[in-house]
């Protein structure tokens, strides 16, 4: 079991603090947050001085993104909105070099990483593709059978969104059809060998998510840390 979580906050500094608390691994968020990629490699660096491993996740439908955040020195990535097998096979082939995919060689990893970075990172990295829609869940078979593709990261407002249900969790978690996709995803990525990751929200959330079979699992994020306890502290004071 791995623990993880994501990074909003553009800044190294903030990379560093996280990694230092020791969480295992840190997703730096390129689809929805301010980032940018020379910040990401900023951030990148931080996190692997401090021992966690830095994943990445980059915009929807950005197979080149996927081989610019691994030159930069990610560890993993997270891609987002992958609903068939052809999507699926495009990030693949440009997250691992020949003969599993097509990544072309370059960047300057073999600084960092030693001059066999090109014979090891197939196995080193990871790429994790996200299942938040039914399309993606139809297709998970597939997905997960294709080599190069590590594992899948669940999205469950998305998917909830994609069955028609409610994008509030505390709606959609109740719904047979969210639970049944969900249940499909965990069996068919952990049937094929590959790693099944999620988000929580929350320790009783972790617990359950673990609970059901998943083995790399996020909380939150630097944002939320950020606004939970500063709230709190606020509300505290106020009463003082």
């Known amino acids: 079991m791995t623990i993880g979580i994501w990074q909003s906050i553009p800044q190294p500094m903030i990379s560093r603090y996280l990694g230092q608390m020791g969480w295992d691994w840190i997703i730096l ?8 990629w020379e910040t990401a490699y900023e951030c990148i660096h931080a996190i692997r001085a401090t021992g966690a491993r830095p994943l990445v996740r980059t ?16 560890g993993g990535i997270v891609v987002p ?18 003969p599993t995919g097509v990544r072309s060689l370059g960047g300057d990893n073999f600084l960092h990483y030693g001059a066999d970075y090109f ?15 039914i399309d993606g869940v139809d297709a998970c078979a597939d997905i997960m059978a294709l080599p190069g593709v590590d594992g899948c990261f669940v999205g469950p407002v998305d998917l909830a969104i994609s069955l028609g249900l409610s994008r509030h ?19 068919t990525t952990l049937a094929a060998g590959k790693l099944a990751c999620c988000n929580t929200y929350s320790p009783d959330d972790f617990a359950a998510q673990k609970a059901a079979g998943f083995q790399a699992i996020t909380l939150k994020s630097d944002l939320d840390l950020l606004l939970d306890r500063g709230s709190a502290l606020l509300a505290e004071l106020k009463d003082k």
């Open 29 to 36: 968020d390129l689809q929805h947050g301010a980032m940018n």
């Open 59 to 74: 915009a929807i439908g950005a197979p080149g993104d996927v081989e610019k955040a691994l030159d930069l020195g990610a």
């Open 81 to 98: 909105m992958v609903n068939s097998l052809g999507t699926a096979k495009a990030v693949a082939d440009a997250a691992k070099y020949p």
């Open 119 to 133: 014979e090891k990172a197939n196995d080193d990295t990871l790429l994790l593709v996200q299942m938040e829609h």
């Open 169 to 187: 969790r505390e709606e959609y978690e109740k719904e047979p059809a969210q639970k049944a996709a969900l249940k499909k995803v965990i069996d």
